[in-house]
């Protein structure tokens, strides 16, 4: 995803964006773009890490299918949160099924 220069300013935009350490989400599949990426609720507030969720989405966009590919979290609310909101979220129409991921990062507040 798009991310924002470390060494910006307020001047020049923001320093933000997709993607890079911290609490976020991520999504790749294909050549399509996310339309709606559902954020996993925080089920589990004495853990952190991240969850890589591997998906196949359908030729209209939806995800049929969700599985932890890797995580750095031992929590299984973590990881149950994660394929919940991969099942819930939606991509661009594409002419196939089509393999990809989306990564959720939880960090502790």
């Known amino acids: 995803g798009s991310q924002g220069s ?3 300013n307020s001047n020049m935009g923001a320093t933000t964006g997709v993607g890079g350490l911290g609490t976020g989400t991520s999504a790749q599949v294909g050549n399509r773009t996310a339309v709606y ?3 996993p609720n925080y089920a589990d507030p004495n853990s952190e890490g991240t969850v890589l969720v591997a998906i196949k989405v359908s030729a209209s966009g ?5 599985n932890v ?3 750095t979290t031992s929590s299984a609310a973590l990881k149950n949160a994660a394929i919940a909101a991969a099942k819930q979220s939606r991509f661009s129409a594409g002419d196939k099924e089509e393999d990809g991921t989306i990564t959720y990062r939880f960090k502790l507040k």
């Open 37 to 39: 990426l559902a954020k």
């Open 6 to 8: 470390p060494t910006g």
């Open 62 to 66: 939806n995800v049929i299918s969700a």
């Open 69 to 71: 590919r890797s995580s």
